[in-house]
Structures are given as C-alpha cells and as structure tokens.
C-alpha cells in the first residue's frame, strides 16, 4: 500500500504537470496567432497583449520583455515580477514557483513578432493542482495505518481460523497412543495441504496399528511356542530325573530335548535375519556363485522332511547356472522357499523346484499343490509377522519371518520375487536373476528326483 500510495502520488503530479504544460503551449498558439494578426492592422504590440489579455482571461499572468529587458507588457509593473531564467529559452521553459500565496505553472518562451524579438513569460495558477495532490497524500497518510490495523486484525482472524483444523488434530493426536491406534485424526474437508496432511497421518496411523496388531499377534504366538518349548524341556528333565531310567529312556528325552533346542535357535536365527535387515549399511559381499549346487545341497538336506509327509520332491536343473550374489542369503533365500512347500503341501503332495538358465537369466522356481493362498492374503504374505494362519503356522513352527527376510535377500540382490496363486491349488513362488560366468566347480545339468 506504501509503494502504491507513492507511485500514484508521483504518477498524478507528473499528468497534471504534463496537462498544465500543454494547456499553457496552446495558450502560447493563440497568443502569437493573435498579435500576428493585430500586427497586419499596424496595432502597437503592447495594445494587441492588452486585448488578448481582456479577451482571453484564462493566463493569470502574461509579461513580454526585450532580451535586453525592456518592458513591453503589461506597461505597469505588477507588484512581483518573474525572473528570467539564467539561459536562453529557444524552446518553452517550463517552471514552478509561488507568488503571493499561489502556486504558478510558469511558460517562458524566446519568441519573435515581425522580426523582434521579445521574451514571453505566461504563468497560470495551479493551486487546485496542488489541493489534489494533498488529498491524495493525505488520504494515504489516513487510510495506511487504518490498513495495517484492519490487516494485523484479519491476518491473526484469518490465521486462527485456518489453524483450527491443526488444533484439532493437535488435540486428537494426544489421545492416541500405542495402546489404542484406531483413533484417527479429524479430516478438514479444506482441500488443501492441511486436509492432505490429516489423511496422510491417518493414513500412517493405518499402518501403524496393522503393523502393531501383527506384532502383538506375533508376541502371543511366539510367547506361546518358546512357553511350550521350556515346558516340553523341562518336564522331560524333571520326568527323566524323577527315578532311574534306562540309557535308551534318557536318550529318548535327550533327542526331544534337542528337537526343542533346534526349533528355537531356528527361530532365533530368523529374529536375527530380521534385526539384520534393520542395518542402513550391509556387509555383503558377492562373488560367482552355483546356484544349481546351493539349490541340490539344500534340497538334499530338506530331503527328510519330505520323507516324513510321504511328499514328492522333484529337483530339475536343465543346466548349470551362475550368479553374482552371497552364497549364505541364497542358501537362506532357496531353503525358505522349499520349506514353505513342505509346510503347506499335504501328505502324498509333490513340490518341483526347477532353475534354468535362458537369455542371460537364471530362473528359480518353486511350485507346490498345497492349498495355495487367498486373494486377500497374497498382498500381505511379505508383511512381517504376518500370518495367514496362525495356528496352522504355529503347529508347522512357523515364525511369520520367512518371507520377509525372502524379501529382504531378493532385493539385496537386485531382483523381486514374483508369487502365483488362485487360492486352491498351490503355489509358485519364482526369482529371476543375472547370469554370470562360472567361477569355480560346475554341476552336471539334469533331472533328479529326491
């Protein structure tokens, strides 16, 4: 408003300065066709001014001199005189001054009449000019402190009511916590950054207590199984100690002692799988690896447990095939993918596992007929903890991690992992990765059933 205010105060003066002057030149024009034409009629100069002045009263002031200063007009001296200017006025000289009390817009001018030369000086006032120009001034002086006090006051009104909604979801956001996540922050329907901010927050909130309800699942689960694991432990000790057994009868309970033992430190190894894919830097290292070897050492070791569902395992490695990668993730990364199809195949079901190398890309596959996995799971299946269900995992020894460290070590390596499932019979899971150059040992390609 300040800017404004000055640049329409010195916009106005410039136009009626401007205006004034070519009011005053046309004025100037008048004046010389006048006097041209008096002097035709041989009219002495100072009677030709004289009659222009009484016909032409708008010029408050007309003085005509000789450049040597000879009065020519008017004959008597007014009261105050303007003074010429310290140049020659070839072409109109434009000033302002004051003379009793007024404010006058002064014409000087070198002129000739009939061969003389005379110098012109025609002044107007311009007080009403000036009376603009103080109203305009004033009327900013007036109405800018008014505009800042109306301003301050509706920028803290406008202010308060647009942070309203923030207040409001500051205040919900209080009520929320870990033990109560369903509570949402109130959604202004402003549409603008504040409503996207409250939906991205609730959105976060979402997440948040999905992510708590499966951990909390996951903790009842798990305290559950490591509960049933020390009891199974320590009721066989105290079973084993309570009389004299026999060696195969303390081997027995030895050997159900160390199935408990490895079912936990397995469970174990994937809470430290997880903890691992928490770490910003990791350090792994890759080197050319068989994966045609870690995939038949690691079927071979599973063998067993087929045996014992009386399942079908059919390993086929139509060639040899090399990968940039680690050697322990891949092992890890095959080994959960084959034991979640032992897990969820039924009895006298069969599991392939194949690996073929084509155009510069080693394919790893996994199918099985076990039930396969719903639509509304399939989403979530690398979610950790999760478990599409619970107690069928718990019984199998499931943790709710296997996947999600699958995850982890497919995207250390650079390739995703791809699922397919109608959600009735079976399941294929399938990994594709870089082919690289043999860098050590080869194994024969072919089809073997274990």
């Known amino acids: 408003m300040s800017a404004l205010g000055i640049f329409s105060y010195l916009y106005l003066r410039h136009a009626l300065a401007s205006s004034r002057e070519r009011t005053m030149q046309k004025r100037e024009d008048r004046l010389l066709r006048y006097v041209h034409e008096e002097q035709k009629s041989s009219t002495p100069l100072s009677e030709s001014l004289r009659r222009f002045s009484l016909a032409s009263p708008d010029s408050d002031l007309l003085q005509v001199y000789t450049p040597l200063g000879t009065r020519i007009y008017p004959e008597i001296s007014p009261s105050a005189l303007i003074a010429w200017p310290d140049s020659n006025c070839l072409t109109p000289c434009f000033k302002v001054t004051t003379m009793e009390g007024h404010t006058l817009r002064v014409l000087q001018h070198d002129v000739s009449f009939n061969g003389q030369e005379i ?9 009403e000019h000036y009376d603009i120009l103080r109203t305009v001034r004033n009327s900013y002086l007036i109405f800018l402190p008014l505009m800042l006090i109306v301003s301050v006051v509706g920028g803290m009104a406008l202010g308060h009511r647009a942070l309203v909604p923030v207040d409001r979801m500051t205040r919900a956001a209080h ?6 996540l369903s509570r949402r922050l109130p ?4 549409g603008d950054e504040i409503q996207r901010l409250a939906e991205t927050w609730n959105q976060v909130l979402a997440r948040l207590e999905t992510a708590v309800a499966h951990l909390t699942q996951f903790t009842s689960d798990i305290s559950h199984d490591l509960r049933t694991t020390v009891t199974v432990m320590l009721s066989t000790a105290q079973l084993s100690l309570r009389r004299e057994r026999t060696g195969d009868a303390y081997r027995e309970a030895l ?14 190894d994937d809470l430290l799988a997880v ?7 990791q350090n792994t290292e890759f080197t050319a690896v068989s994966l045609s070897a870690i995939v038949q050492d690691v079927c071979g070791h599973l063998q067993p447990r087929t045996f014992l569902k009386s399942q079908f395992l059919d390993v086929q490695l139509s060639s040899e095939a090399w990968v940039l990668g680690d050697p322990s993730l891949l092992r890890r990364l095959v080994a959960i993918f084959v034991e979640n199809a032992i897990k969820y195949t ?23 007929t076990g039930m396969g996995i719903s639509a509304d799971d399939l989403p979530k299946i690398f979610d950790r903890f999760y478990r599409a269900d619970a107690s069928r995992n718990r ?25 397919f499932s109608d ?28």
Not at 175 to 180: G, K, N, P, V
Not at 351 to 366: F, K, P
Request: aromatic fraction near 4%.
């Open 119 to 127: 110098r012109l000086t025609m002044a107007g006032v311009i007080d």
């Open 175 to 180: 009520t929320i916590s870990i033990r109560d």
């Open 187 to 190: 959604v202004p329907q402003t």
């Open 255 to 268: 050997k159900t002692v160390v199935k408990e033992c490895e079912s936990t430190t397995s469970f174990l």
């Open 275 to 281: 903890a691992r894919i928490d770490i910003a830097q």
């Open 346 to 368: 039924p009895e006298q079901g069969s599991i392939v596992v194949s690996l073929a190398s084509q155009d510069g890309r080693v394919q790893l596959e996994v199918r099985d």
């Open 395 to 419: 019984d199998e020894g499931g943790s709710g991690l296997g996947l999600a460290i699958a995850k982890w070590i497919a995207h250390t390596h650079g390739v995703d992992i791809k699922v």
């Open 423 to 450: 959600g009735r019979s079976g399941c294929t899971f399938s990994v594709s990765f870089l082919e690289v150059e043999s860098g050590g040992y080869s194994l024969g390609s072919g089809s073997h059933n274990l």
